[in-house]
């Protein structure tokens, strides 16, 4: 049963997109099947793994959450063998208005997914950047949330805002969602006020906070325009080894849970980067086999 991932921050700009690709990707290459829902109308995780939008004009989430097909119609593959996406075009505006009208509107993606969460061990959804029913639609279906950060303060004006929204749809929709944690991006370590904003978010939500930060870097910012998630557009960047440290420690996060462990701890050398199985690194890359996949937790610009 996959374990349904939604990616949420009603602030546009934070990163959202890009840690929902390339989070998949690198959950991917650890051989974990991986479903990326794109959920937001402006289509770019699609166009980010290099889908061109004629071929999924007439098949994606839009559809599927109408009802005019199943979900299993508007997946399609990437180059990663584990990596699967439904794409969204700008018809998802109108579904808000279409949706409002229907009958348990606000279960039309959780439906939906009943027809592959067992395909999968990951689910994730690019949510839009708003708090609308798109988004009510993602928190109702999901087991969990991640918040990407950006390290300024402008960032954290509306935090208290989506952690309500949350709360709501705890209380009404699904009592069992929760914080898997919130993500810091677009980290600028030369900055101080990269670095104070760092430690004023660690401070106030403690353990809700990944080990791992997403640094500011030139290369997660090209990669989309290459339709490439960034572990193959350039691996040995410093984007790449924290994006698959985050894989890395969300996996170590969920072992921890079912484990029964009251408490869940990632020690920073335990979020080092995850072995890539080497047929697969082969396969995709095959120049690649003098790259050491074991980093550390430290990613310097």
């Not at 505006?93 to 348990?104: D, H, I, P, T, W």
């Not at 870097?217 to 994006?243: R, T, W």
């Not at 095959?286 to 550390?296: K, V, W």
């Amino acid at each position: 049963m996959a374990k349904i991932i939604a990616m949420m921050n009603q602030k546009g700009g934070v990163g959202k997109t890009t840690s929902s690709v390339n989070l998949a990707a690198c959950l991917a290459v650890a051989e974990k099947k991986t479903l990326l829902i794109d959920l937001d109308p402006q289509g770019n995780g699609s166009i980010s793994i290099g889908l061109s939008k004629d071929t999924f004009a007439q098949k994606n989430i839009y559809h599927a959450l109408i009802g005019q097909i199943g979900l299993k119609e508007a997946i399609y593959h990437s180059e990663l063998p584990c990596f699967d996406i439904c794409p969204s075009d700008n018809n998802l505006v109108g579904a808000e208005l279409e949706l409002v009208s229907l009958f348990a509107r606000e279960s039309k993606l959780k439906t939906a997914f009943k027809a592959v969460e067992k395909d999968y061990d990951y689910i994730i959804i690019d949510c839009p950047p708003s708090l609308g029913l798109l988004t009510v639609n993602a928190l109702n279906a999901a087991h969990s949330y991640i918040v990407p950060m950006q390290t300024e303060y402008l960032a954290m004006e509306g935090l208290a805002q989506l952690l309500n929204t949350v709360k709501l749809i705890k209380s009404s929709l699904n009592p069992e969602l929760e914080l898997d944690g919130i993500l810091l991006t677009m980290f600028d370590s030369r900055s101080g006020l990269h670095k104070q904003v760092a430690n004023e978010i660690k401070t106030h939500f403690g353990d809700s906070v990944f080990n791992t930060i997403i640094p500011r870097n030139v290369k997660l910012a090209e990669c989309p325009s290459f339709g490439k998630p960034i572990i193959l557009y350039d691996i040995e960047s410093k984007g790449s080894e924290a994006y698959l440290a985050l894989a890395k420690e969300l996996i170590l996060k969920e072992r921890f849970k079912k484990s029964g462990s009251s408490k869940v701890a990632v020690k920073p050398e335990e979020t080092s980067i995850p072995k890539i199985p080497e047929e697969l690194i082969m396969d995709i890359l095959p120049n690649l086999e003098n790259i050491n996949f074991d980093g550390t937790q430290s990613f310097e610009q």
